[in-house]
């Protein structure tokens, strides 16, 4: 039976790329993908008492619901202390190390307070104090009143905090128009530096011992596109590894380059959150690269990309052949190249397509031809795109399996999407599969 | 998106009205459209819903998050634009913080409509890719029932445009150069090769060619092609060459408001773009602008481009290459030992020429009062205009004969002996001892090691030189270009103020000035008057 307009208009709204799992739907619409990243974690965690991870993948690839997921199976044994970076900073693409580390245990100021507890006076005067001394003196933002600052900072919700009823706080614009790049340039091993290491871990300690164990979850980072200031974050520096509990962190997916690999493993332990193999990679480059990539393993990933169709449908009671007529839906995920936002955006568009025609005929169901149509209008956005530089980069990755190397282009292709990662056992990249077909050498 | 076969407004219009509560719209086109097409698109949206204007290019405009929250609408339509008429820098830096603010986009109810000019198409999703990757829908510039139906003027128009505008005098031709005859020659190579460059040999003339095509082609008087004449030193600048940052570099502002015109020229294989000095590039520089060549070729099939440069010089795969016809290099010759001999009557032309191995490129730099027609196209001298007067002028200074300040004895006499064969090798490098050796001569005095040390510092940091192994260097015409125009503006100020010479130490700071005057920065006009009143020359 064909969908009506208003149950379209439901779906569509399901399927907004805009929209994060909210904390109460997350049991119901989570799905976990082969290899899931969370697990891994999960199951290191008492060996890696203070471990440091780094979650890298595509953008939309579902790093940041990795963490939620992270954050709700925790929460019962530690206090999980969930910092969204980009809502604590006004310019998180400009965050120094000594920053992130002060916003760090300003997070766990924050979480302390929420949960009813407070942090001892003197620990928070050291923080206030060592985070004073990094910033110039002639600088305008010498003069903020740290506490203020720690106002300000947004933690993300959790399921622990849906149980407590509380919400995440939007930051103030007060401290979001003064942390990115406010600190002075230091090197690691300077009093000032170390001062601060202390006086986070200090905090953290004063959590430790109120609460359970403190884990800090940290989102934003790998909106990070200058490649300095992620190398200042992850390879040239490591304080954001100095604090003395678990922390994850999620990364640009430029550290996943062979050379920021190596160089970051130094202190992080990486995650790969590559994306799902939906598709046989091509011929020349299964043989070139000796990838093996069984039958079964594609037929997993395409089970678990339909599981996250299939769920977001369920929740309002659709089932997938009420919604998708035929291999609409295979085609969809295809496309996708395994990447979950571009899944729900493909989706999403189908649901605009199948309201059209439902407000017009009182029902509707995705064709093969609408499914083909999404797909067209997103090669379409890509092609518009495409420059000489990327076409050049981009016939590259499809011969070699891998980007040129960290230039610019190499790095802004991976940075938005255009180039995704993989792996099964090997590490590969590959250009997104919608721009087949936007050129014939693609 | 909704329904594919329905046109873009109503695609708009069904996205939005899925999208609540808060929907992501880029729409594409051509900058200066930005305005009348997002009009258009608001009047197809609900009108009980309050519409928000936002500039992302005025003061704080990247706030856009505390724009809606402080206008107190209810579930507003806003409408941004302004991206168009930010310089790279800016917009860089504009497209930087909404990127990262993206999150903060779910604390507004509303349906933003991003114009994003479609020069910045490519940029814009990887320099905001966050932002970008939240679209409802993409328009793009195929779109056009977005755009409204008016844009595309005929070229007749344009050159009674320009007439009306007082530019009349940029179709004058200025040199009896080209003619008909010769005009056939190159006209029917272009016609046949749409993508076309002329290389030939250093100080061949091939400027003077390019200059002369230029107006040629302006004055109508072949075809309907308009061209416009670039420096590939100015388009390396640009982040990403695109018809919309050849407009901002040399139309003039009265023609980029009028409406989408340069854009119509190129739909319609009307426009040509000449750029000349590609070899003036380091080689990788070279391959850039080469590639973003191809691209631009891609973007407008139908625009005709012809490049100059030396021979070797890198051009696109595939692109038509001559060198010039040889009647060009007579014609020239002639003409600018004319311009030599009406400068200075007892000049012994022949022998000039010869010094310069026929070098029509020394030959210009070396006359004290060149017809450097040239400068006359920089933006700084829009600029200069503004400052001086309180208001944008056309061009117009071109229809009166140039008159120079004449820099001091000394500096002329370095320059001219620069140009005259010390400088300039097979390879355009000299070497230093030489240069100090000529001075010496010119100056009939004895150059010291450390008067040759001293000079040669400050002839690097003048930016005269530029330094390529160990006692080598390559003159560098742009600072000479640089010069030329310092001295001009130093003759425009009040009270026609002298200039320092290049050896001057006082010349750096000049040079900075004039720098910030190519860049549009208006205010160093006033700085470089205060600067020359209390700098001695010489």
């Known amino acids: 039976m064909a969908l009506s307009s208003e149950t379209w208009v439901k779906l569509y709204k399901r399927f907004d790329p805009k929209l994060r799992l909210a904390e109460t739907e997350e049991k119901e619409l989570y799905v976990q993908r082969p290899g899931a990243t969370a697990d891994r974690i999960l199951q290191a965690l008492p060996l890696e008492e203070v471990g440091k991870w780094v979650v890298c993948g595509s953008m939309g690839s579902g790093k940041s619901s990795e963490l939620v997921h992270l954050a709700n199976k925790l929460w019962k044994d530690h206090t999980v202390i969930g910092v969204d970076l980009a809502a604590s900073s006004a310019r998180v693409d400009s ?59 947004s933690l993300f919700a959790t399921a622990m905090d849906a149980s407590a009823g509380a919400l995440a706080a939007p930051a103030g614009a007060f401290v979001k128009a003064l942390l990115g790049g406010a600190t002075r340039h230091v090197k690691e091993g300077e009093p000032e530096v170390e001062k601060l290491v202390l006086a986070v871990d200090a905090v953290l300690s004063d959590v430790a011992a109120r609460m359970d164990p403190p884990m800090l979850l940290v989102d934003g980072l790998d909106k990070v596109t200058d490649l300095a200031t992620i190398r200042a974050l992850f390879t040239t520096t490591r304080l954001l590894a100095r604090p003395k509990v678990p922390i994850v962190y999620s990364g640009p997916i430029t550290l996943m380059l062979s050379t920021e690999w190596h160089a970051a493993s130094a202190a992080f ?69 395994g990447v979950l936002r571009d899944l729900v955006h493909l989706v999403n568009r189908c649901c605009a397509l199948a309201h059209a025609e439902a407000s ?15 797909i067209t209008e997103m090669r379409k956005e890509f092609e518009v795109t495409l420059t000489t530089n990327r076409v050049d980069e981009l016939k590259h990755v499809k011969q070699y399996g891998e980007p040129k190397g960290l230039t610019e282009e190499s790095a802004r292709l991976l940075l938005s999407g255009y180039v995704l990662p993989y792996s099964n056992g090997k590490v590969w990249f590959e250009p997104h599969p919608v721009l087949r077909g936007a050129r014939r050498d693609l | 998106m909704a329904g594919s076969s329905d046109g873009a407004l109503e695609r708009i219009r069904r996205t939005v009205e899925l999208s609540e509560p808060l929907a992501l719209i880029f729409v594409a086109g051509p900058p200066f459209r930005a305005r009348a097409a997002l009009e258009r698109i608001r009047a197809v949206l609900p009108a009980d819903r309050p519409a928000l204007w936002h500039r992302l290019d005025q003061k704080g405009g990247e706030d856009l998050v505390g724009a809606v929250t402080r206008s107190g609408l209810e579930n507003p339509i806003v409408l941004v634009h302004g991206l168009e008429n930010l310089n790279d820098e800016r917009r860089a830096y504009v497209e930087a913080v909404l990127n990262v603010n993206r999150d903060r986009l779910r604390e507004v109810r509303a349906a933003v409509i991003f114009w994003i000019p479609e020069g910045e198409l490519a940029s814009f999703p990887v320099r905001a890719p966050d932002l970008f990757h939240w679209r409802a829908m993409l328009v793009t510039p195929s779109d056009l029932e977005i755009v409204p139906d008016e844009m595309v003027e005929s070229t007749s128009a344009y050159l009674d445009y320009l007439r009306e505008e007082g530019l009349g005098e940029l179709l004058k031709e ?101 750029c000349d000095g590609l070899d003036e590039l380091p080689e990788p520089q070279q391959g850039r602008l080469a590639m973003a060549f191809e ?19 890198r051009v696109p795969s595939g692109w038509a290459v001559r060198p010039l016809p040889a009647w060009t290099v007579d014609r020239a010759r002639t003409l600018w030992g004319r311009l030599l001999v009406e400068d200075d009557p007892s000049a012994d032309v022949d022998s000039i020429l010869a010094a310069l191995e026929h070098s029509l490129t020394l030959l210009t730099e070396t006359l ?78 004895e150059t010291s090691e450390e008067e040759a040390r001293r000079m040669a510092r400050v ?44 050896l001057h130490p006082g010349w750096v700071r000049v040079r900075s000035l004039v720098e910030d005057l190519l860049r549009d920065n208006s205010a160093a006009i006033g700085r470089m008057r205060d600067w020359l009143k209390g700098v001695p020359t010489g």
């Open chain 1, 95 to 153: 965050l120094t190390p000594p920053e992130v580390l002060f916003l760090l245990g300003a997070a766990a100021v924050v979480r302390a307070r929420r949960d009813g507890h407070d942090v001892s006076g003197a620990s928070l005067s050291e923080l206030s104090s060592a985070f004073h001394d990094l910033i110039d003196p002639k600088d305008r933002r010498s003069q903020v009143d740290v506490e203020s600052l720690i106002e300000g900072v």
């Open chain 2, 459 to 502: 002839f690097e940091d003048g930016a005269m030189l530029v330094s390529c192994s160990p006692g080598a260097y390559r003159f560098w015409t742009q600072s000479l270009e640089t010069f030329l125009a310092a001295r001009q503006i130093a003759y425009l100020l009040p009270g026609g103020l002298p200039l320092p010479s290049p």
């Open chain 2, 368 to 445: 004290p009062a060149p017809r450097f027609s040239v400068i006359g196209y920089h933006a700084w001298m829009r600029t200069l205009r503004r400052g001086l007067t309180g208001e944008m002028r056309p061009v117009d200074f071109l229809s009166e004969p140039f008159r120079y300040a004449v820099p001091s004895a000394f500096a002329r006499r370095v320059l001219r002996r620069l140009a005259l064969g010390v400088v300039f090798g097979d390879a355009q490098q000299v070497r230093i001892r030489e240069v100090m050796q000529a001075l010496a001569d010119e100056s009939r005095g």
């Open chain 1, 360 to 374: 017009k005929q009182g029902g509707a169901i995705v064709t093969g031809q609408m499914a083909a149509d999404a």
């Open chain 2, 174 to 274: 200025p040199l009896a150069y080209l003619v008909h005859e010769d005009w056939n020659e190159i006209a029917i190579w272009l016609h046949e090769n749409i993508r076309s460059a002329i290389l030939d040999v250093p100080g061949s003339g091939k400027t003077t060619m390019m200059f002369n095509l230029m107006w040629f082609m302006a004055s109508g008087r072949v075809g309907s092609s308009v061209p416009v004449l670039v420096g590939a030193m100015e388009l390396s600048r640009v982040d990403e060459l695109n018809l919309a940052t050849v407009t901002n570099l040399r139309v003039p502002e009265q023609l980029r408001r009028t409406p989408d015109f340069v854009y119509g020229l190129a739909q319609k294989g009307e426009l040509v773009l000449l």
């Open chain 1, 269 to 337: 332990k990486q995650e790969r959150l590559t994306n799902v193999v939906v598709a046989r990679p091509p011929k020349e480059l299964v043989d070139r690269l000796e990838l093996d990539v069984a039958g079964d393993k594609i037929t997993a990933g395409c089970r678990a990309m339909r599981e996250v169709v299939e769920r977001r449908l369920r929740y309002h009671g659709v089932d997938v052949d009420q919604a998708f007529s035929g291999d609409a839906l295979a085609s969809i995920i295809t496309a996708s190249g």
């Open chain 2, 295 to 313: 691209r631009l070729a891609d973007q407008w099939p139908r625009m005709r481009i012809l490049i100059a440069g030396r021979q070797g010089t």
